[in-house]
């Protein structure tokens, strides 16, 4: 069995669609041929085959499918097999309309193409079994069979009546009884209290007025449901194939914006727990024209970051594109290099995988204009396919890398629902709560410096990171507070914030002031939060230089902190901005105030400094060149990473070897434009 596990190549290649294919039998045997030019040894089958596999209900036709398994084979390649629930046949939705979701006015869908069966619908769920069982047996044992990919980008909620009566049996198992109900969501505002079961609805945007509690604890089912149809998914293939890795495609956000962060509509941190191996579609908007590429490198770089640390494992990029999008505004190809150095990058934060969506672009219909390996020239002179397969042969140059680990001392700590909570939250500035682009903001003074930074949940174990970042942690349970508590006590340094644990788990405000064990943690007191219009500012004094601050500004009282900073104008003129205070072992700092990254770069150099953060010790840090490394078998490898488009300098502070070249390296280099090199020397940690 090729096992992902066992294979000690990087996977290349990604989702094939010879479904699309079958009447073109010379494309299909075109397609192993440019394979193999093109360093793949990996492709993604079925995602969307579900039509082909059973044509008509209870028909099914796996012959095609049997074919490709064997021609994969043959070329020393792995399958990656999907289950085909992303998108059901026209027969399905016809004959079991129930299927189909039913969106939040009550709509119900009707066939709709991909990504819209309802989770809760038994009949869906039975058929599904059933599918993935035939697979499951069928292919259970082929030697191809690396690692199943679960449905398709699980996303989006269903409001039929099967799923509210599964929201009212989750409502009832969490709360018991309505008046506890009652008393979570504050349901006596406005008088609404609940008297009976059968009146709990779910969110609805036809009542202009959102019940906060009731939004977030929906939020929550929605991530349960979703995982419960995923396990549902995955019973057969457990039973037949108990060996094989399982996974499921997440996403990131913000896609034809400015933005690119996690998915924030499921709750990961949960998900990933039900996985064997964490893995991700990556889309960053490389090449735009709105922030230099370094900029997007870095945003791309969290959620790398992120993803690797829901299980601190490799995980894989199942998606990316070799070229462009078909759903921006405008589809900008990356530039020449881009491609090779935003995968490398992909395996510099610890991917074991750059796959691609898609191997062929399809003739017609919906994406036809998305980019592919091989385009509709179907050439292999075509500069896509010339550079994947460049970059195809790197890879089995660095290949040592794979499976290797990273380290990291920094952790900034992000809470799916503590998000939820917050943007549904009404009231501050509603634009500008932007909680996990605040996050990249003080991440972005790590990468900046090449310095590794884990994004944990609160969940998580923080305790052996030199230094968590946990801002605006609005919602926090009593636990975290006493997890950050023991963390600082015993030598840990926390930085938090403005919004910091306001709410409990059901978004019920704490009374009296920030909560006692916060209060003795940061030895400080809020006492209100003022929202600043888009163009207003404030000032804050910090080691002699003056700071412009934004969008908010707490203010506090101090109990027993430092004062490290105070506000330069305004009614809270003279009040303090930045406070720290040493508590046990450790200390905790409190930014009262948002600013922009000069006063993070400032705040956090002297901490860097301090606690010797670790840094990869080939190089000086310089901002445009990301270095980012992986450890592993006594050696430490550095993708040394030029996200710019001009030369870059680099002095070595210590000899190395080009892994790819086999050469000494010592004094200065010269990084090309978007040029990446890939080297290594002794590591000091294992
Ligand atoms: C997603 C889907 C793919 C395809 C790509 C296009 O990631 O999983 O099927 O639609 O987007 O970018
Ligand atoms: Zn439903």
Excluded at 104 to 131: D, L, M
Excluded at 532 to 559: G, P, R
Aim: glycine residues 6%; contains cysteine.
């Amino acid at each position: 069995m090729t096992n992902y596990f066992f294979d000690q190549r990087f996977l290349h290649g990604g989702d094939y669609n010879p479904d699309q294919w079958l009447d073109y039998p010379e494309i299909l045997k075109k397609d192993l041929a440019y394979m193999q030019k093109a360093h793949i040894n990996t492709v993604t089958l079925g995602v969307f085959a579900w039509s082909a596999l059973e044509p008509t209900e209870g028909v099914y036709q796996f012959d095609w499918l049997d074919e490709q398994f064997d021609a994969i084979h043959a070329m020393g390649g792995n399958v990656i097999l999907a289950t085909p629930s992303g998108g059901r046949p026209q027969w399905l939705s016809q004959k079991y309309p129930e299927v189909n979701r039913t969106n939040a006015y009550g709509q119900k869908h009707t066939h709709g193409f991909r990504h819209n069966h309802c989770y809760s619908s038994p009949i869906y769920r039975e058929k599904v079994r059933q599918i993935n069982t035939k697979l499951a047996e069928r292919y259970g044992d082929h030697p191809a069979l690396t690692m199943w990919h679960i449905s398709n980008e699980y996303s989006g909620e269903c409001f039929c009546e099967y799923c509210q009566e599964n929201w009212r049996d989750w409502l009832k198992k969490k709360y018991k009884n309505l008046e506890a109900l009652n008393h979570a969501w504050w349901m006596s505002f406005w008088g609404n209290r609940y008297s009976d079961w059968e009146q709990v609805l779910p969110p609805s945007p036809l009542g202009e007025h959102k019940v906060h509690g009731m939004d977030l604890d929906w939020k929550r089912f929605v991530t349960d449901q979703t995982i419960d149809f995923y396990l549902n998914e995955i019973v057969p293939i457990r039973e037949r194939t108990p060996d094989i890795p399982v996974t499921t495609n997440f996403m990131a956000e913000g896609h034809a914006t400015q933005d690119f962060i996690p998915l924030e509509g499921i709750d990961y941190g949960k998900f990933s727990q039900h996985v064997d191996v964490v893995s991700w579609d990556s889309y960053p908007d490389w090449n735009n024209r709105f922030e230099a590429i370094a900029t997007t490198a870095m945003k791309s770089a969290y959620v790398h970051d992120q993803y690797w640390s829901l299980k601190k494992q490799p995980f894989l990029v199942m998606e990316c594109t070799p070229s462009y999008v078909n759903w921006h505004q405008y589809n900008k190809s990356k530039r020449p290099g881009v491609h090779i150095l935003s995968s490398m990058q992909q395996l510099a934060h610890g991917s074991d995988s750059t796959l691609y969506f898609q191997w062929r672009q399809s003739r017609g219909n919906s994406e036809k204009f998305h980019g592919a390996v091989v385009s509709h020239d179907d050439s292999t002179n075509n500069r896509v396919f010339k550079e994947v397969a460049e970059y195809g042969a790197r890879l089995e140059k660095i290949s040592e890398i794979k499976g290797t680990t990273r380290k990291k001392e920094v952790a900034i700590l992000f809470d799916w629902e503590s998000n939820w909570a917050l943007k549904r939250g009404g009231g501050f500035g509603r634009p500008t709560r932007r909680y996990p682009q605040t996050l990249q903001d003080h991440y972005q003074v790590f990468w900046e410096q090449d310095i590794p930074v884990d994004i944990l949940t609160p969940e998580q174990d923080f305790s052996d990171y030199r230094l968590v970042i946990a801002p605006m942690l609005y919602m926090m349970t009593e636990k975290t507070m006493l997890k950050l508590t023991s963390y600082v006590e015993k030598g840990g340094i926390l930085i938090s914030s403005y919004f910091t644990g306001m709410v409990n788990e059901t978004d019920l405000l704490y009374i009296g002031g920030l909560p006692q064990p916060l209060k003795e943690l940061f030895g400080i007191e809020a006492l209100e939060l003022e929202t600043l219009l888009e163009d207003e500012h404030n000032q804050i004094d910090f080691q002699d230089q003056q700071f412009v601050t934004k969008d908010y500004s707490a203010i506090i009282d101090v109990l027993d902190a430092e004062v490290l900073s105070r506000y330069q104008t305004d009614f809270y003129q003279g009040t303090p901005a930045v406070t720290k205070k040493p508590f046990g072992a450790g200390s905790s700092y409190y930014l009262a105030a948002r600013t922009n990254s000069d006063f993070l770069a400032a705040f956090y150099q002297k901490l860097i400094e301090k606690l010797g953060l670790r840094r990869t010790a080939i190089a000086e840090a310089l901002p445009e060149v990301s270095i980012q490394t992986r450890i592993g078998g006594q050696r430490e490898y550095a993708f040394i990473m030029n996200f710019s488009e001009k030369e870059q300098q680099l002095v070595l502070k210590q000899p190395v070897t080009d892994l790819e070249k086999n050469q000494q390296l010592a004094g200065e280099i010269t990084l090309a434009p978007y040029e990446v090199r890939i080297v290594y020397h002794p590591s000091e940690v294992h």
